[in-house]
């Protein structure tokens, strides 16, 4: 693109044989070359500089504006043009360089780009054709030295070091990266992929490419440099002149594409990109990371020793256009270059838009004129930001091309057409990409002089709408890749280097570290804030596991010092609480009445603080146990006197107060008299304590029972059922199971183990004397229907006979079911009253069985 200007004042007329200087600075990264550039120029009288991108040449202004003030300095790219009247010093794009204004100093950065097969014709033509009157300088890399001698008589050429090493650390894993690092990818995907990665681990990260703004780019940029983040994930964009403070760069692939095929990086591709590490006398490291393999030795060596092969060509296009007609244009473009080390320029999208037009009759036939072929080709140099095809960007140049041809100006009302749905600033970060690319078209055409209506409005309104959606896409850049409280953690947590984090924790259990919440503990367990993203839990857990050596002591000391009312057992799943929270549960120990305690994994506690915990647990359920059980445990004392007794308190006790008792025990008057006050009694072959029949203590033996056996137990009836309706007939094993907890399965029903036993012994004493009719009031006793009460009593061992029905016509109330005699009930010995000198018991007047019981009620 050329751009005329008003020129400034001629420069000081000089002797005919003298000859403005061309010079070249050459070298790597960081030596320097462009902020000398600077100062070469602003010590001239007037100068122009061209960078390879427009945020440099943005980038740039704003360091000449600092330095020279705003009317001083002037900024001209393809999409923005800010050129005050007395404007001495132009901050461009190369493709934007003014060629026609003579100014003192001229220099081109970055001039190796001759070699860019996308590009590189335009550096060459600046390369051959740029001049200043005092100074011209190219900067760059030295492998353009050989060319530059070739093609540029005279030129002095100066090589400079670089002012820090550069040094290969080999492969690392994308989670070892150090901090400061960048990553260097070659696609979009590859970005995203990779910083989501880096916020999961890291907390977050910048992202910089080269399709972003330059206002999306510096703010991102920003967030690096500020540390809120510490790590960097980027395109190849960041080795052209982006200066940071980057100590390593990580290539996560060797391939690139370059426009047209996917090809391996050369070494100088590698050293240019991987000089973004350590800046000024700062050393910086260069490796490759993730499905990367390691650098090969050789190219290793040459990006450390800075010793690349040479270029061997320069892409090449004439300048010296032909603008009789279209055709005229397209022989002049396609000259062949002059010289052996300059090969013709691969037909960019300038030339296919230029073909589509001549094979366009109807739009060949407007460049009717020399004025309209130069417009023509000035349409067709529109740049294809959107990237939707070359179909579409044709369409659109064509219509462009159209109106400028038959009405003079792009008419405000169909660019307003344009521009609209381009200004939402709705949707994800390749929605905003898109229509930023979109709003960059119409700023190159609104910064074309002559092409639009109300010229100043529009290039101020697309440059607002870019503004306004480059501030959209880097809040969205930033919501979806930074995790600021995870990204200010880990970088405390590396500053820190093991020393003890600030932190807090409220009498509600939240926890915050260095003032950021990060979660909340649930008893002895650390519970991530609910609000931070899954992946980000490793990162919060190692801040939290810092914070929390102050607080699981003191955490631990509240707990021991706690009272019993503060602690809980949860009856249905043998969880145990402090707090509200679950810290432990209980297991099969030793014995149903001695269960074990296991104390919930807590990763924040050493052993010494878990056996603590699990004793001051262990004494709670050994208290509770003793304490809704207690008739059992004053059974078990009261009886350790009596051998006989003992044993079977023993084998109560084995099974938690209720045993199978097939044989009845025969005991002395006053024995078995003290098993009644006991409240121990014998029914249906079992031996069991009344008392433990209770809600209460039922819901307490069920769980033991459950951790005991290591199997779900029966589900209990409401509190104060003497029966509940059995939903299908019971197995045996279920059968079992509901005879422990102290029911007994008769016919469809589960009987309470008192009343059911009551009721049989009722049964056998009712028809020891013959038949006898059922009493009424049993069905109510045993909480059944008076038509299942016949089957229960069956079940239940016995004898019931069914009435003879009278004829239907004589009156009177229906016989009743008969209790017949049992078939063969056995002699039941006649159990002996307490003499004082049975055998075995000595003289026992004081060690009676109800003295002992009377002494440990007092006792208690």
Same mark, same amino acid.
């Given at each position: 693109?050329?751009?005329?200007?008003?020129?400034?004042?001629?420069?000081?007329?000089?002797?005919?044989?003298?000859?403005?200087?061309?010079?070249?600075?050459?070298?790597?990264?960081?030596?320097?070359?462009?902020?000398? *550039?600077?100062?070469?120029?602003? *010590?001239?009288?007037?100068?122009?500089?061209?960078?390879?991108?427009?945020?440099?040449?943005?980038?740039?202004?704003?360091?000449?504006?600092?330095?020279?003030?705003?009317?001083?300095?002037?900024?001209?790219?393809?999409?923005?043009?800010? +050129?005050?009247?007395?404007?001495?010093?132009?901050?461009?794009?190369?493709?934007?360089?003014?060629?026609?204004?003579?100014?003192?100093?001229?220099?081109?950065?970055?001039?190796?780009?001759?070699?860019?097969?996308?590009?590189?014709?335009?550096?060459?033509?600046?390369?051959?054709?740029?001049?200043? !009157?005092?100074?011209?300088?190219?900067?760059?890399?030295?492998?353009?030295?050989?060319?530059?001698?070739?093609?540029?008589?005279? +030129?002095?050429?100066?090589?400079?070091?670089?002012?820090?090493?550069?040094?290969?650390?080999?492969?690392?894993?994308?989670?070892?990266?150090?901090?400061?690092?960048?990553?260097?990818?070659?696609?979009?995907?590859?970005?995203?992929?990779?910083?989501?990665?880096?916020?999961?681990?890291?907390?977050?990260?910048?992202?910089?490419?080269?399709?972003?703004?330059? #206002?999306?780019?510096?703010?991102?940029?920003?967030?690096?440099?500020?540390?809120?983040?510490?790590?960097?994930?980027?395109?190849?964009?960041?080795?052209?002149? !982006?200066?940071?403070?980057?100590?390593?760069?990580?290539?996560?692939?060797?391939?690139?594409?370059?426009?047209?095929?996917?090809?391996?990086?050369?070494?100088?591709?590698?050293?240019?990109?991987?000089?973004?590490?350590?800046?000024?006398?700062?050393?910086?490291?260069?490796?490759?990371?993730?499905?990367?393999?390691?650098?090969?030795?050789?190219?290793?060596?040459?990006?450390?020793?800075?010793?690349?092969?040479?270029?061997?060509?320069?892409?090449?296009?004439?300048?010296?256009?032909?603008?009789?007609?279209?055709?005229?244009?397209?022989?002049? /473009?396609?000259?062949?270059?002059?010289?052996?080390?300059?090969?013709?320029?691969?037909?960019?999208?300038?030339?296919?838009? /230029?073909?589509?037009?001549?094979?366009?009759?109807?739009?060949?036939?407007?460049?009717?004129?020399?004025?309209?072929?130069?417009?023509?080709?000035?349409?067709?140099?529109?740049?294809?930001? #959107?990237?939707?095809?070359?179909?579409?960007?044709?369409?659109?140049?064509?219509?462009?091309?159209?109106?400028?041809?038959?009405?003079?100006?792009?008419?405000?009302?169909?660019?307003?057409?344009?521009?609209?749905?381009?200004?939402?600033?709705?949707?994800? +970060?390749?929605?905003?990409?898109?229509? /930023?690319?979109?709003?960059?078209?119409?700023?190159?055409?609104?910064?074309?002089?002559?092409?639009?209506?109300?010229?100043?409005?529009?290039?101020?309104?697309?440059?607002?709408?870019?503004?306004?959606?480059?501030?959209?896409?880097?809040?969205?850049?930033?919501?979806?890749?930074?995790?600021? =409280?995870?990204?200010?953690?880990?970088?405390?947590?590396?500053?820190?280097?093991?020393?003890?984090?600030?932190?807090?924790?409220?009498?509600?259990?939240?926890?915050?570290?260095?003032?950021?919440?990060?979660?909340?503990?649930?008893?002895?367990?650390?519970?991530?804030?609910?609000? *931070?993203?899954?992946?980000?839990?490793?990162?919060?857990?190692? @801040?939290?596991?810092?914070?929390?050596?102050?607080?699981?002591?003191?955490?631990?000391? =509240?707990?021991?010092?706690?009272?019993?009312?503060?602690?809980?057992?949860?009856?249905?799943?043998?969880?145990?609480?402090?707090?509200?929270?679950?810290?432990?549960?209980?297991?099969?120990?030793?014995?149903?009445?001695?269960?074990?305690?296991?104390?919930?994994?807590?990763?924040?506690?050493?052993?010494?603080?878990?056996?603590?915990?699990?004793?001051?647990?262990?004494?709670?359920?050994?208290?509770?146990?003793?304490?809704?059980?207690?008739?059992?445990?004053?059974?078990?004392?009261?009886?350790?006197?009596?051998?006989?007794?003992?044993?079977?308190?023993?084998?109560?006790?084995?099974?938690?107060?209720?045993?199978?008792?097939?044989?009845?025990?025969?005991? $002395?008057?006053?024995?078995?008299?003290?098993?009644?006050?006991?409240?121990?009694?014998?029914?249906?072959?079992?031996?069991?304590?009344?008392?433990?029949?209770?809600?209460?203590?039922?819901?307490?033996?069920?769980?033991?029972?459950?951790?005991?056996?290591?199997?779900?137990? $029966?589900?209990?009836?409401?509190?104060?059922?003497?029966?509940?309706?059995?939903?299908?007939?019971?197995?045996?094993?279920?059968?079992?199971?509901?005879?422990?907890?102290?029911?007994?399965?008769?016919?469809?029903?589960?009987?309470? !183990?008192?009343?059911?036993?009551?009721?049989?012994?009722?049964?056998?004493?009712?028809?020891?004397?013959? $038949? #006898?009719?059922?009493?009424?009031?049993?069905?109510?006793?045993?909480?059944?229907?008076?038509?299942?009460?016949?089957?229960?009593?069956?079940?239940?061992?016995?004898?019931?006979?069914? $009435?003879?029905?009278?004829? @239907?016509?004589?009156?009177?109330?229906?016989?009743?079911?008969?209790?017949?005699?049992?078939?063969?009930?056995?002699?039941?010995?006649?159990?002996?009253?307490?003499?004082?000198?049975?055998?075995?018991?000595?003289?026992?007047?004081?060690?009676?069985?109800?003295?002992?019981?009377?002494?440990?009620?007092?006792?208690?």
């Amino acid at each position: 693109m050329t751009v005329s200007l008003r020129p400034i004042s001629t420069p000081p007329a000089r002797d005919a044989t003298w000859v403005a200087p061309v010079r070249a600075i050459l070298g790597p990264t960081n030596t320097g070359k462009t902020h000398l *550039a600077l100062e070469r120029m602003l *010590a001239h009288a007037s100068g122009v500089i061209g960078f390879p991108l427009r945020l440099l040449a943005r980038e740039n202004y704003e360091r000449m504006v600092r330095l020279k003030g705003v009317r001083a300095v002037a900024l001209i790219t393809g999409e923005e043009k800010i +050129i005050p009247p007395q404007a001495r010093w132009f901050s461009c794009t190369v493709e934007a360089m003014p060629m026609d204004r003579p100014v003192d100093f001229v220099a081109v950065d970055e001039i190796q780009l001759c070699a860019d097969p996308e590009r590189g014709h335009i550096f060459t033509d600046r390369l051959l054709n740029a001049r200043g !009157l005092a100074e011209t300088l190219f900067l760059g890399s030295d492998t353009i030295a050989p060319l530059l001698r070739t093609l540029v008589r005279g +030129i002095e050429i100066e090589t400079r070091p670089r002012l820090s090493n550069l040094t290969c650390s080999g492969h690392n894993r994308l989670s070892r990266l150090p901090p400061r690092s960048a990553i260097v990818a070659f696609s979009m995907a590859e970005v995203y992929a990779i910083a989501e990665l880096i916020r999961r681990k890291r907390g977050g990260c910048a992202v910089v490419m080269g399709q972003l703004s330059p #206002r999306t780019r510096n703010a991102q940029v920003a967030l690096y440099q500020n540390r809120e983040v510490d790590y960097l994930v980027a395109t190849d964009a960041i080795g052209m002149g !982006l200066n940071m403070d980057i100590h390593h760069v990580a290539f996560a692939g060797m391939a690139k594409f370059d426009g047209q095929r996917h090809r391996l990086l050369n070494a100088a591709e590698v050293a240019q990109i991987a000089g973004r590490a350590g800046r000024g006398a700062r050393d910086g490291t260069f490796g490759t990371t993730g499905e990367c393999p390691p650098f090969p030795e050789a190219l290793v060596e040459a990006v450390e020793e800075h010793r690349f092969e040479p270029l061997s060509f320069l892409w090449w296009r004439n300048a010296v256009l032909d603008f009789a007609t279209p055709a005229a244009l397209h022989a002049s /473009l396609c000259v062949r270059p002059p010289t052996a080390c300059l090969r013709p320029a691969e037909p960019a999208m300038d030339m296919q838009v /230029l073909r589509a037009f001549m094979h366009d009759r109807a739009i060949s036939s407007l460049a009717s004129t020399p004025e309209r072929t130069r417009l023509m080709w000035e349409v067709c140099q529109i740049p294809d930001f #959107r990237k939707l095809g070359e179909d579409s960007h044709i369409r659109q140049c064509a219509q462009i091309f159209t109106l400028l041809v038959r009405q003079g100006r792009l008419p405000s009302d169909w660019l307003r057409t344009r521009l609209h749905g381009l200004e939402q600033t709705q949707g994800d +970060i390749e929605a905003l990409m898109q229509r /930023l690319m979109g709003i960059r078209v119409w700023s190159y055409v609104a910064a074309r002089t002559g092409w639009v209506e109300d010229a100043e409005e529009w290039q101020r309104h697309t440059r607002q709408l870019e503004d306004t959606l480059s501030d959209a896409l880097h809040d969205r850049l930033t919501a979806r890749f930074v995790d600021r =409280r995870a990204a200010s953690l880990a970088r405390r947590l590396e500053e820190a280097d093991g020393k003890p984090l600030l932190s807090a924790m409220n009498r509600l259990g939240e926890i915050s570290v260095e003032g950021h919440a990060v979660g909340h503990m649930r008893g002895f367990t650390f519970v991530p804030d609910p609000e *931070a993203a899954r992946t980000d839990q490793a990162l919060i857990l190692r @801040a939290a596991r810092r914070a929390a050596r102050g607080e699981i002591p003191r955490m631990v000391a =509240r707990f021991l010092q706690a009272a019993d009312t503060e602690l809980g057992l949860d009856l249905q799943s043998g969880a145990l609480h402090w707090q509200d929270e679950t810290i432990g549960q209980l297991r099969a120990g030793p014995s149903v009445l001695r269960p074990a305690i296991g104390v919930k994994d807590a990763e924040f506690l050493d052993a010494i603080q878990k056996e603590k915990i699990r004793q001051k647990l262990a004494a709670f359920v050994t208290t509770r146990i003793r304490h809704d059980l207690a008739p059992l445990f004053l059974a078990e004392e009261a009886t350790a006197p009596y051998p006989a007794l003992r044993g079977l308190i023993h084998r109560l006790m084995e099974h938690g107060g209720i045993t199978p008792c097939p044989d009845r025990p025969h005991l $002395p008057r006053a024995e078995a008299a003290l098993l009644a006050r006991l409240h121990i009694a014998y029914g249906l072959d079992t031996l069991f304590c009344t008392r433990l029949l209770k809600p209460h203590p039922m819901a307490l033996r069920r769980l033991l029972l459950a951790v005991d056996l290591g199997q779900a137990m $029966p589900d209990l009836p409401p509190a104060g059922a003497v029966s509940f309706a059995l939903e299908s007939p019971p197995t045996a094993a279920e059968k079992k199971a509901f005879l422990s907890l102290g029911w007994v399965c008769a016919g469809s029903y589960a009987l309470r !183990l008192d009343r059911a036993a009551a009721v049989s012994q009722e049964m056998i004493t009712l028809g020891a004397s013959g $038949p #006898r009719p059922v009493p009424d009031a049993l069905a109510s006793r045993l909480g059944v229907t008076k038509k299942k009460l016949p089957l229960v009593l069956t079940a239940l061992g016995g004898r019931v006979q069914a $009435p003879v029905m009278l004829p @239907a016509n004589q009156p009177g109330p229906p016989p009743p079911f008969m209790v017949l005699p049992a078939q063969a009930q056995k002699k039941q010995k006649k159990i002996h009253p307490f003499s004082h000198t049975a055998p075995g018991h000595g003289t026992l007047k004081s060690d009676s069985p109800f003295a002992v019981l009377a002494r440990l009620k007092e006792h208690r």
